[in-house]
């Protein structure tokens, strides 16, 4: 059965730095999310994205955030400078129709 | 704005109990209804859905109808099992053309035991 993936797992980083998580959702779907889930708090929506370019952004998503979709498959958040609040589990969802399909994950863990 | 109010956890049943989980909900619009479920390590998967009112969504022997008029959506099983251990998150989207985020509830932890 086709899953969304993500890449890494799990990362760590220093305040400041910027990272990049990467997804790559089912191959036929149209519609791209991104979510977070800080720890013992509710899963949050981030963005999603269309056609190649942002549908919708919460107010969490500022300026330090970016969405791509650099080739055919993959489907990247990036955040530009870290803030030690930015710690999180960030998961990617993907669909086609009513239903959005997860990712496993990554967890942020900013120090 | 749209918000999921979910029964707080965490919650320990003994194996073939009944499992009742709250969800309630406030939306604009007509929005259709979920139930997450998220094993250990693993992803959000969809448990069930009902995208009107009165709809009952089914999966695994879970159970929840989407009841308009009191806004809510709780989560049923008959006789639970050790592999039900995971938490449910329960959510909403707000319209029914298939690409709107979702609104999460905290999410309940269930511990299901022998």
């Known amino acids: 059965e086709p899953e969304v993936t993500q890449t890494p797992s799990h990362q760590v980083t220093q305040m400041g730095q910027e990272v990049i998580l990467r997804c790559v959702p089912i191959s036929n779907h149209l519609y791209f999310y991104w979510y977070r889930q800080i720890l013992g708090q509710k899963v949050e929506f981030l963005v999603s994205f269309y056609n190649n370019e942002i549908s919708e952004k919460s107010e969490i998503f500022d300026d330090q955030f970016s969405v791509e979709r650099p080739d055919g498959s993959n489907f990247t958040l990036k955040i530009r400078s870290t803030k030690l609040e930015d710690s999180a589990m960030y998961f990617c969802?993907?669909?086609?129709?009513?239903?959005?399909?997860f990712g496993p994950g990554t967890r942020l863990t900013v120090l | 704005g749209d918000s999921v109010t979910q029964m707080e956890g965490p919650v320990t049943l003994s194996e073939e109990a009944f499992l009742t989980i709250n969800c309630t909900y406030t939306a604009t619009g007509y929005p259709s209804l979920f139930w997450y479920v998220q094993y250990p390590g693993e992803g959000l998967q969809l448990l069930l859905k009902?995208?009107?009112?009165?709809d009952k969504g089914s999966n695994k022997g879970f159970e929840a109808t989407y009841r308009k008029e009191t806004t809510s959506f709780h989560l049923e099983k008959g006789s639970v099992q050790v592999s039900d251990s995971a938490v449910y998150f329960c959510a909403l989207s707000d319209q029914n053309f298939g690409n709107e985020k979702l609104t999460f509830g905290t999410g309940t932890r269930l511990t299901i035991i022998p």
């Open positions: 009902a995208t009107k009112a009165d």
């Open positions: 969802a993907s669909t086609v129709t009513d239903t959005q399909y």
